[in-house]
C-alpha cells in the first residue's frame, strides 16, 4: 500500500506508517471505490464562508454527511440548499487529511420529489407574506397607455412573438425585451438583474427606462418554473419602481412572482391585453365622444340663440330709446344763452368789491405783519444755545481727560513699588545673602552636600563662598578660583 519508513522493529511483523500516507491511501480508497455518486437526504446546517464557498450537512434518522460546494460550483446549482430540504445532491467523495474528515464535494443538487418543492415554495410563501410583500396596498396601477414596455422572457420562444403580435393587434407600442433564461440554473439570477436593469434606466435616455415591465414565460411543470419561486426574483420584482405584470406560465400555473407583481396575467398574450387598450376600440369611442361634443356644442348654441331672440323681443324699437335724450338736449340748448350772460354779470360785481378793498395802506400793513413774523422765526433759529451746549460738554470731557491721566498715573506708581518690594524679597530669600553672612556650599558634582557621611563619600569637592567659588581634589590641594558675581538680572519693564 505505501512504502515503509524504516525497516521493521526485530521482532515486529507490523510495518510503520507515516501520518501522510495513511491520509493519502484513505483518500485514494474513497476516490477510487465510490467515484461520482448520488445522495439522497435531508439539507441540515448550511454556512456560506466568507470566500464563498458552501458547507452543508445531508442526514438521516441515523448519520450525517458533510458536503462541501466551492464557489466556482454555486453558479450551476439548479437549487441552493436550504436547511429542510430534502434533496439528491451529486458529487465526488473525497477525504481531508489535515482534519481526519470526509466529505462530499457537491456540483450538483436536485430536490427529492415534487411534495418537497411544494413544501419549500410553502415556506417561502409565508415567509414573504409576512414581511407585507403580498400587501395589496404595495401594488401600483397600471399606465393606461405606456409609451415603452419592457419584455423579460427568452428571445427564441413563442412567448415574444405572442406578445408583440397582441400589441401589434390592439396598439403598436416600443417594445425593449431583456432576454434571460427562463428555466434552469441560470434562470433566476438573469430575471433578477433583468428587473433591477430595467429600474436603473434613465427616463428618457439613449436607451429610455420603460413604462410598465412583463415577466412572460410559457406553461411547464413545477420544476421548469422554480426560477420564478427564488426568493431574489420575488424581492426583485417586488422593489421594482416601475410596474410590473406577471405572466408565467398557464391559468392553472402559480409562482411566487405572480404574488408580488402588480398584476398576474393567466398568459402572455393576456398581460398584452393587459398592457395596452385596442386602439380601434379607442378611436371609435374618440369618434364618439367628438359626435357627443359636436351635438351638446350644437345644441348648447341653439338654446342661447332662442333665449337671446326672446329677451330681444322684450326690449323697446332702437328709435323711441333716443327720443327723450333728444328732447333733453333741445331744453338745454335753449337755456344756455342766458346762463352764460348771468355768469358773467355774477363774476364781474365780486371783482369790482374785491378791487375796492385792496387799498395801499391795507397792502403795507400786510406786508409789515408778514416781515415781524419772519424775524420772529429768525431770532428763535439762533445758533446760540448750540453753542452754549457745546461749550459745557467740552469742559466736561477735558476733566474727565484730566481725571483718566491722573489715575492711570497712580495706578502706575503703585505697581512699580510692588515691584521693588517683590525684588528685595527675592534678594532676602536668596541663598546669595546667606554666603555674605561667611557661609559657603559644598557640592559633589551636580549634588549639594549637607552631612559628614556624604561629604566622606567624594574625594573631590566645590566649594562656592561669596566672592567665588574654590575646587580641591587628592593630588594637587586647592586650588582657588574666582569666579565673578553674576550681574543682576534684568527684570525689564511692564510699561
Known sequence: ??????????????????????????????????????VRGEVGRVFKARSGHLYYDIKDDRNVLACTTWKGQISGLSVVPEE??????TGRLTAFGAQSKYNLNVDEVAVAGQGALMALLEKRKKQLESEGLFAPERKKPLPYLPQIIGVITSPSGAVIRDILHRLRDRFPRKV????????????????TRAIEGFNQLTPGGALPRPDLIIVARGGGSIEDLWGFNEENVARAAAASAIPLISAVGHETDTTLIDYVSDRRAPTPTAAAELAVPVRMELLAWTREQGARLSRAATDAVQRRSQ???DLARALPRPETLLDSPRQRLDQAAERLPNALIRG??????????SAAHLRPSTLRNLVATRRDRWHN????????PIQRELTTRRDTLNRLTERLNTAQITR???????????DRLRETLSYKATLERGYAVIRAGDHVLTRKAQAEKHTTFEIEFADGTLNTGQGGGAKPKRTPKPPAPDQGSLF
Open 377 to 384: 422765526l429768525s431770532s428763535r433759529l439762533s445758533l446760540r
Open 84 to 89: 429542510g430540504l430534502e434533496v439528491v445532491v
Open 307 to 309: 333665449r337671446l331672440r
Open 344 to 353: 358773467v354779470q355774477t363774476r364781474r360785481v365780486k371783482l369790482l368789491d
Open 1 to 38: 500500500m505505501s512504502d515503509l519508513l524504516d525497516d521493521p522493529v526485530p521482532g515486529q511483523n507490523t510495518p510503520e506508517y507515516s501520518v501522510s500516507d495513511i491520509s493519502g491511501e484513505v483518500k485514494r480508497t474513497l476516490e477510487g471505490t465510490f467515484g461520482r455518486i448520488r
Open 412 to 422: 502706575l506708581d503703585r505697581l512699580h513699588q510692588q515691584l521693588d518690594a517683590t
Open 176 to 191: 425593449l425585451i431583456w432576454p434571460v433564461a427562463v428555466q434552469g440554473a441560470n434562470c433566476a439570477p438573469e430575471v
